[in-house]
């Protein structure tokens, strides 16, 4: 593995994704930190499962660390939601994505269909003491029917899923929402592609990018989506996320496999750091990986990249990575934050948190 040093945190659940650094001094302040990140645990409503790890100021980097839940009111959305897989900043609001996506042998669920925010500069006190009011919106497959129709008219070609994901996913979704009158089952075709949301970050310009962990490309590279239109979603139920771009990350997938985006982190401008692994986890009943082995056995990766400015129609849809390093090792890297050059990692363990930094 390559020389990272690793810390663990013990947290209340595990699986802790991404990490966005907290831009709030009061509430660095207030747990006398120098740095923190806001992370979700994904193992629970969305109100149970947003956290932050802050360091203390003047710790050793290896020292210091803890990590705390944050106290959020969800109002009627509270139990609604669950599987919290991505956080990205607009605007002084904290954005939290679900996974769009369903149990790992299916179906789609719509609980895990779901945008949530909340505002960072309301926090100023201790995190256990604070109490933040989280805006929901669930999005009754609205993000999957605008992403799939986009994939469709897109030039860009996803895989092919197999039988087993159209049938465990798809079609088992399409039974139970005609069966049970759901209000949703119209959004769903028998040809679409299930779809898994693990990362996201907002340009400068304010539209927002989700790295799907599924599907890949045609050729196995991850793809990336550009939604507009996300802040205008709460509060109307009827609006709808346009996709604006689906964009490839080209050159981050070995030969013969199938990578998909585990996080995305800003860098500044359009550049962006990226997490590229494995399309699902083993050992725990994948109907991706029953369809799709060539998807498993795959190292998680730190890439960069720059996406050119403006992304009109004309531009390429193929967008070049730089590498930054292999993860040797490590297959459930989960986050990526870099600042002042230096990387930092979250993975996801059993009944702990591990970061590791370079």
Known sequence: MDDLTTVDLQGEGNEASDLLPVENDALLGAHGWD?????????????????????????????????????????????RTNDAEACARHDGWVYVLGSQY????????????WIARFREDTI????????????VERNQFRLHRAVNDA????????????????????????ERGRSEGKSWHHRLR????PMNVEAAAFRPGGTLLVGLRFPTGADGEPLLVELSGVPEMFGKPEAWPVVERV?????????????????????????????????DATGKGSALLEDHPE?????????????????????????PAEHVRTLHGLRNVEGVSVS???????????????????
Do not use: M, N
């Open 35 to 79: 740095r923190g990140y806001w992370t979700v645990l994904d193992e629970g409503h969305v109100e149970e499962s947003i956290a932050v790890i802050g360091h203390a100021a003047g710790a050793a980097d290896a020292e210091g660390w803890e990590v705390h839940p944050l106290t959020c009111l969800a109002g009627k959305e509270a139990g």
């Open 102 to 113: 369903g149990s790992k042998g299916g179906p789609l669920q719509p609980k895990r269909a």
């Open 124 to 135: 100023d006190r201790a995190v256990p003491e604070a109490e933040v009011e989280l805006q």
């Open 151 to 174: 994939l469709d008219a897109a030039d860009v070609v996803p895989i092919v899923p197999g039988d087993g994901v159209r049938e465990r996913f798809i079609a088992a979704t399409l």
């Open 190 to 193: 028998e040809r679409d592609v």
């Open 247 to 279: 964009w490839v990350l080209a050159g981050a997938t070995p030969p013969g496999a199938l990578t998909g985006f585990r996080a995305i982190s800003h860098a500044g401008g359009d550049v962006f750091d990226a997490i590229v692994g494995s399309i």
């Open 295 to 319: 998807g498993a056995d795959v190292e998680s990766a730190h890439w960069r990249f720059r996406l050119p400015a403006g992304g009109g129609a004309e531009e390429a849809v193929r967008v």
């Open 340 to 358: 002042d050059g230096r990387a930092h990692y979250v993975t996801d363990e059993d009944e702990r948190i591990q970061l590791r930094f370079a």
